[in-house]
């Protein structure tokens, strides 16, 4: 009830919840928006999973989760460009707009954040007790 799908394609036995809004995106087989999502420019593929409000200009793996109240940026707010990280070394790519990589069966938990530009490789849990971890160390 209540979702838009716009220029987009939903793979077979997908889940698409109530208030949902898919538009230029590519959603694989077995996938779950759950109620809320807006996922914009972004690629979901199988079995992935997302109650997290807001995907934009990025890419799920297989079987990824993001929890509600997860949040993924995809722009600076000081206006300069996005740097990602290459072979140890930021690299600038002159972009000011640029979404996240969440590889095959990553995680991410609520109250966490991803900065625009970066990636988790598979297998990866994000927790808010991993970034308090970081802090003390």
Do not use: Y
């Amino acid at each position: 009830a209540g979702s838009v799908v716009r220029s987009s394609s939903i793979g077979a036995d997908s889940t698409i919840g109530n208030n949902v809004s898919v538009e230029l995106s590519v959603v694989g087989e077995g996938v779950s928006l759950l109620s809320g999502v807006t996922s914009q420019m972004s690629v979901h593929m199988a079995e992935s999973v997302t109650t997290a409000t807001l995907i934009t200009a990025t890419m799920l793996g297989r079987e990824a989760f993001l929890a509600v109240g997860s949040q993924l940026t995809d722009f600076q707010l000081d206006g300069r460009s996005v740097s990602v990280l290459k072979d140890g070394h930021l690299i600038d790519t002159d972009n000011v707009f640029l979404g996240c990589c969440i590889w095959h069966r990553s995680r991410l938990a609520t109250g966490t954040i991803l900065a625009p530009g970066r990636m988790l490789l598979n297998d990866c849990r994000l927790t808010t007790s991993d970034a308090a971890d970081e802090d003390r160390g």
